[in-house]
């Protein structure tokens, strides 16, 4: 497996200052974060549209999310003259390079903790949700 194989070479790699995994899960895994970044994804570019996707989240804590999240570069803030103002947030090309991310922790986690993720209990692949989503109509 090329990607295994790839891992495996990281350890014997002397121009790394930390670990590339790491890195990743320290800049994303703070709570409320990737749920951020997923609403951005689908879509919710205000303030408000992102606390009213979010339940349990307080402006704070979103505020501050929203701001690590440009700090890393993963989201751009689009301020908008007039009144009242408008400021509206996006994913950047480096925020969108989580999509592939996002997937394969999704595929992950309905394989490996479907009794969290699903009712039923039941492990799915993407496919089989897609499937399941075709059959009801919800996609076109």
Do not use: H
């Not at 307080?58 to 690590?68: D, G, S, T, V, W």
């Not at 440009?70 to 390079?97: A, F, N, W």
């Amino acid at each position: 497996m090329q990607e295994m194989d790839f891992l495996r070479s990281l350890k014997d790699y002397t121009n790394l200052s930390e670990c590339p995994i790491a890195t990743g899960f320290r800049a994303l895994g703070k709570r409320w974060t990737i749920e951020v970044v997923r609403q951005l994804l689908l879509g919710d570019t205000k303030f408000n549209q992102l606390l009213k996707s979010l339940p349990g989240v307080n402006p704070r804590i979103l505020a501050l999310r929203l701001k690590e999240l440009q700090d890393y570069g993963l989201v751009i803030r689009s301020v908008y003259t007039g009144t009242p103002v408008k400021i509206d947030y996006s994913l950047s090309r480096e925020g969108m390079d989580l999509v592939p991310v996002m997937f394969a922790m999704a595929e992950f986690s309905m394989k490996n903790f479907a009794e969290m993720v699903f009712e039923d209990a039941k492990p799915r692949s993407p496919d089989d949700v897609s499937k399941e989503l075709l059959e009801t109509d919800i996609l076109p």
